[in-house]
């Protein structure tokens, strides 16, 4: 009895998606987490946060060393104001996770091309 290998059941993914929503997905999400910074600022509380409050409740506040820099204080963008400031400060921060996240899958990419050749 001699063996044989069964015919493929569906054609091979493609390298690329189809579509154009397929394709630039990545616009959906960024747009979510932009939406997302924009709502939660109106929610922000001007109260310390966990550690804070238990810093000052616990009367160590004062002892703590501030940090060499800080991109966005206090979740602000320094010289603005209220919730504006806050907004802004939100979708910088989304804008900078994204270009990490972004540069970190170019970077795989490239290993795993690399790889394979």
């Keep these: 009895m001699s063996e044989t290998t069964p015919a493929p059941t569906s054609a091979e993914p493609s390298a690329r998606p189809k579509g154009i929503l397929a394709r630039y997905w990545w616009v959906i999400g960024l747009a979510m ?35 060499g820099f800080e991109i966005l204080p206090g979740y ?3 010289g603005i104001d ?7 400060a939100g979708i910088v921060g989304v804008a900078i996770v994204f270009l990490l996240v972004f540069l970190l899958g170019r970077l795989l990419a490239r290993r795993r091309k690399d790889a394979a050749a």
Excluded at 82 to 88: E, F, N, Q, R, Y
């Design 33 to 67: 987490a932009g939406v997302v910074a924009i709502l939660a600022a109106n929610f922000a509380s001007g109260d310390p946060d966990g550690l804070d409050s238990v810093a000052i409740n616990q009367g160590f506040k004062g002892t703590g060393k501030d940090p």
């Design 82 to 88: 209220g919730t504006v400031s806050t907004v802004i």
């Design 76 to 78: 602000t963008i320094p």
